[in-house]
């Protein structure tokens, strides 16, 4: 390898140079893998008590509804109050969560009730920590280093999504053994997710960036409701967040997999595993492309290119009936989606004042949280109406025709060149005097 190549590989990993982004990625980590693999067990769970796609779309809205209900209170403690203690507090609330699972599942329980209660705490714990974490990683790395962060990020939160579904089929169908037979199925893998919030919470307590408080004025609707207007404001923002709200929301079909797995791919719940693990194999090799060679230039058009490769995929998907075929939809729309998350999460942190990116990240948890889990119930909802196949066909034209309107309607998010935070921050249109109000 020449000088050359080695300094520009060495380029491509600069985020790493910093001691806590490193603490932080490896307990993100082991985090996700833990609850990718805890989310395979839940839907196998559910689908094997009630065999409903309802019931499925459910426990994305049980996620979700904690997102909506504290959307406000958890932006503006997110800028309040020490973001990594944040973290630390919500996590260990994961922690019981994942232990009431466990209970749930040795007591041979058949109350999917109780499970979506479960959920919900679960969203709460998430409706708080997201906008403290996403908030965070800025004070972790150099502003010029902050693309590259964010790069990784999503590389590090792909390999987590192959690791952590493929793990959950594999521990789910482990046959009883010795002293481990009663937690066979559902319960070992909830044990494997205790041990990574284990190893979460250590790695977030070792960070020595300390922020204390970034907003010091005391809540009032003014100050709490500041992220939304900032939002409202920037058209690349409001654009690239409901352009991922709605192509998700209609394109999204994870909540349907165990649906496919089962019952039209007929490969059970290791196939299960390797049909969510799908897009993430795809999104990882993009990431590391892109760490190597960085968007630099019209990250506006690669954005809709992007998000319009991801509703064409959910299509094939839709119609395909061989698990080769399936499974390569699934990496090429994963691969395609990569490309939008690193523009959508480096315009969201670099376009937004330290101030207030925890209110502001509240939004986007807000529209992702809507993306996410609640089209999981939409998925649930029209399967449960038209059928898992046409419900997946008909969110990928959805996309598609998303796609197109957003293009039009959005003519300056359209036309974004460079990821950089005067670039980005001038493209808000906002006076200085409005984003401190």
Known sequence: MTAGSSSEAAQGLVAFSSPDFRK??????????????????????????????????????????????????????????????????????????TGALLAIALSGMHRVMLIYAVLFLIGTGRSFSGPASSALVPHLVPEDHFVNAVTWGAAIFQFANIAGPALGGLLFTLPPMGWAGPLAGAGIVYIFTLSMQVVYLTQVGRITVRLGRMEHRAASLEVILAGFRFVSRAPILLGSLSLDLFVVLLGGAVALMPIFAEEILHTGPRGLGMLRAAPAVGALMMSVALARFPLRRGAGRKLFWGVAVFGAMTIVFGVSRNLTLSLAALAVGGAADMVSVVIRNSVLQLATPAEMRGRVSAVNSFFLGGSNELGEFESGLTAQWMGAVRATIAGGIGSLMVTGIWAWWFPGLRRADELTSDSLRKSTEQKPAETAR
């Open 24 to 97: 932080y990625q490896t307990a993100r980590l082991a985090v996700i893998v833990g609850a990718e693999a805890q989310t395979v067990a839940v839907a196998w769970q559910v689908y094997a008590m009630t065999h409903r796609a309802l019931d499925l779309g459910f426990t994305g809205l049980a996620l979700f509804l904690p997102g909506l209900l504290f959307l406000l209170p958890a932006g503006h403690v997110a800028d309040r109050f020490d973001r990594r203690n944040i973290i630390l507090l919500c996590y260990s609330l994961q922690m019981v969560c």
